[in-house]
T-cell receptor, first 111, second 116 residues
């Protein structure tokens, strides 16, 4: 299972764009990159998933370079409610393959 | 969107008793469910993989006789913490994988177990 490395923590002011980069050097051909958000005492919530290039949805964008050894989650104009832990996970979506969590990035948004 | 319901959200029990936690996929079928536990300020740690109709696969260091997992249908998996001890107090989270393999893993909202 591909291991991921993220910054332990980040701070941002409200209204700014936040980019969180994740390294996954040994990503496999069939692996997808998935980002989750977790608030205290809640389960992880799906944010975005991608395989290559760029993916955008209503809450975030995910940038994946051609070699797929890293990815960047971009949160536009963060608010206080975006304060949470963000996890980058790598794995295929088939059968018994679980998602193994790294330490995640604790994002603190300041007013 | 896909919803995973976990029940109860919070439970307090006495040492030596057993506690059952349910995990249901509400609007999709899941042949595979995963159970995690999370200690304060730490990441999620995988405990076991649960497949419908077969025995669960436990991660190294997780006692299968203590954490009984049953995945009786495509929408329900249960985790029973048997003979609970204070060190079993933790946040338990289930996740379900839709049979559509292009879909991401969906997580329940967790169960806070406190053993007194």
């Amino acid at each position: 299972l591909a291991k991921t490395t993220q910054p332990i923590s980040m701070d941002s002011y409200e209204g700014q764009e936040v980019n969180i980069t994740c390294s996954h050097n040994n990503i496999a051909t069939n692996d997808y990159i998935t980002w989750y958000q977790q608030f205290p005492s809640q389960g992880p919530r799906f944010i975005i998933q991608g395989y290559k290039t760029k993916v955008t949805n209503e809450v975030a964008s995910l940038f994946i370079p051609a070699d797929r050894k890293s990815s960047t989650l971009s949160l536009p104009r963060v608010s206080l409610s975006d304060t949470a832990v963000y996890y980058c996970l790598v794995g295929d979506n088939s059968g018994n393959t679980p998602l193994v969590f790294g330490k995640g990035t604790r994002l603190s948004v300041i007013a | 969107g896909a919803v995973v319901s976990q029940h109860p959200s919070r439970v307090i029990c006495k040492s030596g008793t057993s506690v059952k936690i349910e995990c249901r996929s509400l609007d999709f079928q899941a042949t595979t469910m995963f159970w995690y536990r999370q200690f304060p300020k730490q990441s999620l740690m995988l405990m076991a993989t649960s497949n419908e109709g077969s025995k669960a696969t436990y991660e190294q260091g997780v006692e299968k006789d203590k954490f009984l997992i049953n995945h009786a249908s495509l929408t329900l998996s249960t985790l029973t913490v048997t003979s609970a001890h204070p060190e079993d107090s933790s946040f338990y989270i289930c996740s379900a994988r839709p049979t559509d393999y292009n879909s991401p893993l969906h997580f329940g909202n967790g169960t806070r177990l406190t053993v007194t």
